[in-house]
């Protein structure tokens, strides 16, 4: 089971989806779509795993807006952080369109509707371990972008996937944004850096 935005690169091809927490990928090449999972960056060492849309019910469980690859990856969890204070996850269900969560101190609709738009978070010690040539998604953002000569192209942003593949949305210094297909020969991961074909910038 992969969590939080994980990706296989070296031996894998095409490319994969969703954010991640750990670099080690050798030869920089992209992971395939089935390790997808969250996209959120790490913050403080907190990775985030879903936020919470609103109320399900009456009894105090929480819909919520998945950044992981499915229900059960969060369910995995047995505490997690919700705006910074723990609660023990006490179920996780709905659907992977529609999920659901039961947190331990949500008794009602009025206590799961006042954390409305509060990011479900963990340590980012508490993900699995990762093998050899797999990093987690939320790790690529904030790595510098280079082209190939060394010239300097700003910083990954955010990870997309919308259904065709992995795409580094890269923050140039001036402000602007590209979408870069995170395929080998056009972003490669090289040395805790992303090497790119300048080309598919404009």
Do not use: W
């Amino acid at each position: 089971m992969i969590l939080p935005g994980t990706g296989r690169g070296a031996a894998a091809e095409g490319s994969g989806g969703g954010g991640s927490p750990h670099g080690q990928v050798s030869g920089g090449t992209p992971p395939p779509s089935a390790l997808r999972a969250a996209t959120s960056p790490s913050r403080g060492g907190l990775v985030t795993l879903a936020a919470i849309t609103g109320a399900h019910g009456v009894r105090g469980e929480v819909r919520l807006k998945l950044f992981t690859d499915s229900p059960a990856s969060l369910a995995a969890h047995q505490t997690v952080l919700v705006n910074g204070r723990e609660h023990r996850l006490l179920h996780v269900g709905g659907t992977a369109k529609s999920p659901t969560a039961r947190l331990e101190g949500l008794t009602d609709r009025t206590a799961a509707e006042g954390l409305r738009g509060a990011l479900i978070e963990v340590d980012r010690a508490a993900l699995p371990p990762l093998e050899e040539d797999e990093y987690y998604h939320a790790d690529l953002i904030g790595l510098p972008c280079l082209g190939r000569d060394g010239t300097p192209l700003g910083m990954v942003s955010a990870v997309e996937n919308y259904g065709a593949g992995d795409l580094l949305e890269v923050q140039a210094d001036d402000g602007r944004k590209a979408l870069i297909p995170f395929k080998p020969g056009i972003a490669d991961l090289e040395d805790g850096r992303v090497v790119l074909d300048p080309v598919f910038l404009a």
